[in-house]
């Protein structure tokens, strides 16, 4: 039977779902905590069809250590059945029966693939970009809205960068600000948003275009205050104890939602044209960024209240990498080779990339979740496929409701070729868009042919 290019849309679910959980009491909730409300589903005799609580979303600080952050919306998700004693994820692999397979060239270089397979835990459906670095013409880009603060779906970003496929990026702060939590650079507008530390695990592009799995932290500095503590450029959040730094790309200043709420023991101090024009013990909020604003709090604040107004000061930020491309996910799941995952418990939506170094690849899986007819993966299973797949380093990006892919179709058209667990794309900061140009491309001759004699 012939499988359609894009799987039945899935339902809209409420707010409310099986795997919804409660709120966490504070914004810079410990990793701890995080892990204990993501390990304790609600049952679905207790859910509320239709009602209106938000589950906690990811931090908007923090790591990935210590038990896995799976997705922004905070959803909760069900157990998986547990494996026989002894067996691991990759060994479980072997039971599952695969109901059906297809593919096709999206563009020379790089391929769709839809397959769906049972196993013990249930239906699942997956999609796979594998993308051929070795390809002429195909390139690989961050995209995103112009301003750091800003979503849309994915589909939208794609479209202004022309991409003929792409996946979801990073995990985002989903109930207020919206920025992403960690790294984000771009071809043409540079670094973008990222932290010095937390969320930190990237995966990036270096300047010959070859493919990297790791940790990419922000390294920024005020030159005649060496002693100041940056710690995040464009983030939706500033650590206690740090500075931030806000560019005209994060918008209008955020006043306290980028200090968790904190009013006192905060500072602002505007640079603009390398002079500190101003500096104040409170926070504005709705300003247009015109150069730059650090926003202290804490220890960070009582630093910035040195920098004098009318003082000169320079501002350097960097990555410690060269990456043209760059953006975060939350737990490594492949480094060598080696399953570096330990959660085994949730299943989720997912979107993941892999670097495939012995085949010169690139992989984007986006599996689906959350569904009737797709269980989603735990994190161990995710690795374990990526694995399967061929990749020796890959990353999870943002799963549940971010999850989506899109890709031109068969018939030409581009769209959404995976089912989001929202019945619907999610609007995401960021995301991985392919694009292709085809005049850099080789033309393809036809052999002369040989004279009869």
Known sequence: MPVPDRPAPARPTPRRTPWGGARLLAAGVLPVVLGAALLAPVPASQAEPGGTERPAPAPRTGSADGPSVHSSDGVVGLAARPLRRGTTAAQARRERVVTSDTSWEVVPGLTFRRWTWTDPR???????????????????????????????????????????AGVNGDFFDIDDTGAPLGVSRDRGEGLRSAPASGWTRSFWLDETGAPHVGELPLVASVRQHPGLRIGHLNSPTVRPGAVGIYRPSWGRTSGARVTDGQRTRVREVVVVGGRVRSNRPRLSSGQRIRGLVLVGRGAGAKALARLRPGSRVRVDWRLPQTAPVAISGSVVLLRDGVDLTRDDVQLHPRTAVGVDDDGGRLLFLVVDGRQADSRGLTMRELAAEMAALGAEQALNLDGGGSSTMVARRRNGSTGVVNAPSDGRQRAVPNGLGITYDPTAAPPTTTPPTTPTP
């Open 122 to 164: 249930g239906p699942v459906r997956a999609q796979l970009l594998t993308y051929d670095l070795a390809q002429p013409g195909l390139a690989l880009e961050h995209v995103a809205q112009p301003l750091v603060r800003g979503r849309a779906p994915l589909t939208t970003l794609l479209a202004r960068d022309g991409a003929v």
